[in-house]
């Protein structure tokens, strides 16, 4: 669709890899707020983004249809990418514990996943001059995560990633914004692995992300290129420096 073809859609565009529930879908409030129409990437319709959001079946797990997805949505111009598609596994455990096919799911969804997003969408959002990418990653990028091995190595690859892409474009050009949750965040994926009785009280919200993602939206990561950015439970984030680390999940059930 080009942009001139629907008037009361946002200018701005926006694609969220993983915005239908959880982290993706606070981020993606927040950029419908700074006036952006969003493609939202997910297996499930998402709820509540009112008429400004637009919903692409796909199921990351299925390489061909993330191809066919991914490249559709880089047919026209493009200001924001942001990824935040996981794949955690049916429960934590150790490592030699974990199956194969769970550690295939991990990679070929937040690895080959961005890596294939990436890959389709980055002419586009280099098309204007000005795109800001935005990565979510975790803090066992940092503390590691026993118990969560698969899931550890493979958010460090796709921080990796996106770090080294930052630094094939300049900065007027292609910003990178990673962001990560400083506490766990309530979601489907984390509600299928706890008991039905499980008190959530002290996870995170994702509407928590809403305004970070309106931040950033507006600013189009011009502040915070290169950053990684802790966002806290109360909505207000901080710079992840040597000095100011986030704190290790890996005792939070």
Not at 89 to 117: I, N, P, S
Not at 144 to 165: E, M
Request: net charge neutral.
């Amino acid at each position: 669709m080009n942009r001139d073809e629907d008037n009361n859609r946002n200018s701005a565009r926006a694609v969220v890899v993983g915005g239908s529930t959880g982290v993706g879908h606070g981020i993606a409030q927040g950029l419908i707020r700074a006036g952006y129409t969003v493609d939202i990437v997910s297996r499930s319709e998402p709820k509540g983004l009112g008429p400004n959001a637009r919903w692409h079946q796909c199921d990351l797990r299925d390489q061909a249809a993330t191809s066919r997805t991914m490249q559709s949505l880089a047919v026209e111009p493009l200001d924001v990418f942001c990824f935040a598609a996981a794949y955690y596994g049916e429960a934590r455990k150790k490592m030699a514990e974990t199956t194969e096919l769970e550690w295939a799911r991990q990679v070929q969804v937040m690895m080959h996943g961005l890596w294939t997003g990436l890959h389709s969408c980055l002419p586009a959002l280099l098309d204007g001059g000005d795109g800001l990418l935005i990565s979510v990653s975790s803090e066992v990028v940092y503390n590691f995560g026993p118990d969560r091995s698969g899931y550890a190595a493979v958010k460090a690859a796709a921080s990796a990633l996106v770090r080294s892409v930052a630094q094939e474009y300049d900065a007027k050009d292609l910003r990178v914004v990673e962001l990560l949750p400083s506490g766990m965040v309530d979601s489907p994926g984390i509600r299928s692995r706890r008991p039905s009785q499980f008190d959530y009280t002290g996870y995170m919200t994702p509407d928590k992300f809403g305004a970070i993602g309106h931040h950033l939206g507006t600013t189009k990561g011009r502040t915070d290129a290169g950053k990684v950015l802790a966002v806290a439970a109360d909505g207000t984030w901080t710079e992840v420096t040597e000095g100011s680390m986030p704190s290790s999940q890996s005792g939070s059930r």
